[in-house]
């Protein structure tokens, strides 16, 4: 079983909906959580922290159950940029990230 | 520099010959990470280096892979004997301090091996 399970997708989304993807992680020691974005195989790029009391960043709504062991993320009023792949990351301790092997969201008009 | 910078963006090998990739971390960064990912998104965590020290080689492939830091160069990873697996994109990543809990990694722009 990987560390990190993510949906693969894609998660084909008309412009201006609201989709939605989870994550679940195995290693209950784990300490930190974010979302990354990775385009077409470039460099990852941080798009928000994950935080246990959940938090929103604009368009953008991130939540972690530490109990059922999984994160999720929102987005609303889906853009055409929002077209990524979208990678769930975990970090126990030591400093390491364990990846899920990303969600790819294609935004349409 | 405000970025970590990696080189060669593309590098091509034959089975059997020698890679060596070079990362710089972004300045004021303290610790150094490289990650390896191969089709399908799956990244695999290799190494890291506080300064010029080995911190966790715990994904390392023993045999043929070697890295440093050393000061006032850039980082490196050498991949001695390549093979037709190591066909991947090398991810350098470096971070502050690398104790905060929430503290981002920042990623260069990677370097894409084919090994032929």
């Known amino acids: 079983r990987k560390e990190v399970e993510q949906d693969p997708g894609p998660f084909n989304v008309p412009e201006g909906a609201t989709v939605a993807f989870n994550c679940t992680y195995s290693n209950s020691a784990s300490q930190s959580f974010f979302w990354y974005r990775q385009d077409c195989r470039k460099e990852p790029k941080l798009l928000m922290s994950?935080?246990?009391s959940g938090n929103e960043d604009g368009r953008f709504t991130a939540q972690l159950n530490r109990a059922s062991q999984y994160i999720s993320l929102l987005i609303r009023d889906s853009k055409l940029s929002d077209s990524a792949t979208y990678l769930c990351?975990?970090?126990?301790?030591?400093?390491?990230?364990?990846f899920g092997g990303g969600t790819r969201v294609l935004v349409k008009p | 520099g405000e970025e970590v910078a990696q080189t060669p963006k593309h590098l091509v090998r034959g089975e059997g010959q020698k890679a060596k990739l070079y990362c710089a971390p972004i300045?004021?960064?303290?610790?150094v990470f490289w990650y390896q990912q191969v089709l399908k998104n799956e990244f695999k965590f290799l190494i890291s280096f506080q300064n010029e020290n080995v911190f966790d080689e715990t994904g390392m492939p023993k045999e043929r892979f070697s890295a440093k830091c050393l000061p006032n160069s850039p980082c490196s990873l050498e991949i001695q004997a390549t093979k037709l697996e190591d066909s991947a994109v090398y991810f350098c990543a470096s971070s502050q301090t690398g104790w905060t809990d929430q503290e981002t990694q920042y990623f260069g722009p990677g370097t894409r091996l084919l090994v032929l």
């Open positions: 990351v975990v970090k126990a301790a030591g400093n390491k990230l364990t």
């Open positions: 300045k004021g960064h303290s610790y």
């Open positions: 994950v935080y246990s």
